[in-house]
Nanobody, 128 residues
Framework: QVQLVESGGGMVQAGGSLRLPCVAS??????????MAWFRRTPGKERAFVAA????????KYADSTKGRFTISRENAKNTVYLQMNNLKPEDTAIYYC???????????????????WGQGTQVTVSS
């Protein structure tokens, strides 16, 4: 079984920053082999892609709305993926979810159905 635990959410003013860590665990889970991603969801909407990173951290992918402001990174030795969010806007308010693709760590996916494991989410609220 795989567990993903996000943290670091909270309330921040527009223009501020937050860093979200996601810690992965599981007896058969090897984060070094898995692509990881962040998604977010606002009330009444589907989960939306935010950013993804390859298993070796060699490539990343971002949604147009987060490009240039958000950075995804990983520390495989700590089984952790991060989402650094700068210049936050009120429209970034959402529940942020960490996701793992255990089928292929060499492909950058951006569709939620490509990810098999999900965290419980952490709330980010940006006030204007």
């Amino acid at each position: 079984q795989v567990q993903l635990v996000e943290s670091g959410g909270g309330m921040v003013q527009a223009g501020g920053s937050l860093r979200l860590p996601c810690v992965a665990s599981g007896r058969s889970f090897n984060i070094k082999k898995n692509s990881m991603a962040w998604f977010r969801r606002t009330p009444g909407k589907e989960r939306a892609f935010v950013a993804a990173i390859l298993s070796n951290g060699g490539r990343t992918k971002y949604a147009d709305s987060t490009k240039g402001r958000f950075t995804i990174s990983r520390e495989n030795a700590k089984n952790t993926v991060y989402l650094q969010m700068n210049n936050l806007k009120p429209e970034d308010t959402a529940i942020y979810y960490c996701a793992a693709d255990i089928l292929d760590g060499t492909i950058l996916q951006s569709n939620s159905f490509e990810f098999q494991y999900w965290g419980q989410g952490t709330q980010v609220t940006v006030s204007s």
